[in-house]
């Protein structure tokens, strides 16, 4: 049964991410991607759609967590009548194959354990082939897992349990590996030393930050995140690590978000180079380019985690989604939408990432420009919104301004190469002038939703 969202913390490798719940289960896990079907999604299901629990085999009378320091290592502390215990979860960033590690150290008095390994692939709905000999393999189709612990699970399959005691001061590593099945299991790791490095690696990429004002933990925490959500081979920032949790219960606006918009590009994009991390802010920004590279009229609002263009939507009908809010959706077909406020963000992280002295790229301002350009002919069309709304299109008023600050933008950015473009500052005062008739309720003293609308967009 699923926890409460507020329950649930991520660990990511910077490839993919492992949503953990407060009392030590790991319910979701997509692998080797982001974007993979998962192999625990007890999230989005039932025990039999796959979970990894690992806690006291006992009543748990206190529970806190935290992460270590300004790492992606969580701890989560465990009280019972008997003693404590403290689970670490983390991901080491991925050089080779990617891992799951977790450990459990005894804090306090002597606490008896219990561990369930329910491994099922394509977001729970295969059940795999499990052979045990010490070591746990897991295997269905392409995929497969391999788990190594300092305790004995029993069983064949397609589940295997472990019961165990930890006293105070004793340490017991689990490390769960991912690889494809037709290749050897990989090496064991330390799940010890794993946690020593990612946690130094965590704690030297943090303190590069350059922010210095108010809030700096949670800026630094929310830096971390954006990090833990960058696809590292491609430099694509996803916006969510999972799918199909609600907007609210028995809802269905249950939608895919693990890939990379646009806009959340360009905001983050932002975010990084105010904090002082260029190497991110390149690799987001090159990103960028080469998956908008082509027609401005063939501009998706989204796209892979690789800057793939087919996101084809689809349901699966096995999972009965979080809390009983179907359907679960993977795939998702606002791909298809066209929301004109992206250029405004676009060619403004473009003028950002200028102003802020990132490297230059001429393939970005080129990309800019022939945005500029189809703005010219398209702006007064209709188009699907930020909310992105499956209905109708409107003149939603957000995308009329966005596509003002594109226009804006663009003319900065050409009179700082020493260029005079007029249909620019025609243009920019053209859709001013068009919002403020249209887009303005005088007598509520306020902006609509869209045009004619008595709506107010959030």
């Not at 660990?11 to 997509?30: E, I, K, N, P, Y």
């Not at 830096?223 to 609210?248: D, F, H, R």
């Not at 009229?297 to 699966?316: F, P, T, V």
């Not at 473009?421 to 920019?428: A, E, K, N, Q």
Request: with cysteine; proline share 5%.
């Amino acid at each position: 049964m699923a926890l409460p969202l507020e329950e649930y913390a991520i660990v990511g490798d910077t490839h993919t991410a492992a949503v953990v719940g407060s009392d030590g289960s790991v319910d979701w896990l997509c692998i080797p991607r982001f974007d993979s079907p998962a192999c625990f999604a007890r999230l989005l299901g039932t025990d039999a759609n796959g979970y990894w629990s690992l806690s006291p085999d006992a009543e748990v009378q206190r529970t806190s967590r935290r992460y270590r320091g300004p790492t992606l290592v969580l701890e989560t502390d465990l009280e019972t009548a008997d003693g404590a215990v403290r689970l670490i979860d983390f991901m080491p960033v991925r050089t080779d194959w990617p891992r799951l590690v977790r450990i459990v150290e005894g804090l306090a008095g002597s606490v008896p354990m219990h561990s369930v390994f329910s491994a099922r692939f394509d977001y729970g709905k295969t059940r795999p082939w499990v052979t045990n000999d010490g070591v746990v393999i897991v295997q269905a189709g392409p995929q497969a897992l391999k788990l190594r612990s300092d305790v004995s699970f029993e069983g064949e399959g397609p589940d295997v349990e472990a019961h165990f005691t930890v006293d105070a001061g004793e340490r017991m590593g689990f490390v769960l590996t991912a690889y494809p099945s037709w290749e050897h299991p990989p090496e064991v790791i330390d799940a010890f030393v794993a946690a020593e490095e990612t946690e130094a690696w965590w704690s030297e990429w943090s303190g590069r930050s350059t922010y210095d004002g108010p809030w700096a933990d949670a800026v630094q925490r929310s830096l971390i995140t954006l990090k833990a959500l960058t696809y590292a081979p491609t430099g694509g920032i996803v916006a969510a690590a999972t799918t199909s949790l609600p907007e609210w219960l028995g809802g269905v606006r249950n939608w895919d978000y693990r890939y990379c918009w646009l806009r959340d590009a360009a905001l983050s994009l932002d975010a990084l180079m105010a904090a002082g991390y260029l190497d991110e802010a390149v690799s987001w920004r090159d990103w960028l380019m080469r998956a908008v590279a082509g027609d401005p009229e063939d501009l998706q609002i989204m796209y892979g985690i690789a800057g793939e263009r087919w996101l084809d939507e689809r349901e699966l009908e096995w999972l009965d989604g979080y809390e009983g809010s179907a359907p679960v959706r993977v795939g998702n077909a606002a791909a298809e939408q066209l929301q004109l406020d992206v250029y405004g963000e676009l060619i403004d992280a473009i003028y950002r990432a200028r102003e802020l002295g990132m490297p230059s790229a001429p393939q970005a301002v080129d990309i800019a420009f022939k945005m500029a350009a189809w703005l010219r002919d398209n702006w007064q069309q209709p188009d699907d919104g930020i909310w992105e709304i499956r209905g109708p299109r409107k003149q939603f008023v957000h995308s009329k301004v966005m596509a003002w600050v594109a226009v804006d933008r663009m003319e900065r950015i050409a009179q700082s190469m020493g260029m005079e473009v007029p249909r620019l500052v025609i243009m920019r005062n053209e859709i001013h002038e068009e919002v403020c008739a249209k887009g303005f309720d005088a007598e509520r003293n306020t902006f609509t939703q869209y045009y004619g609308s008595e709506r107010l967009d959030a």
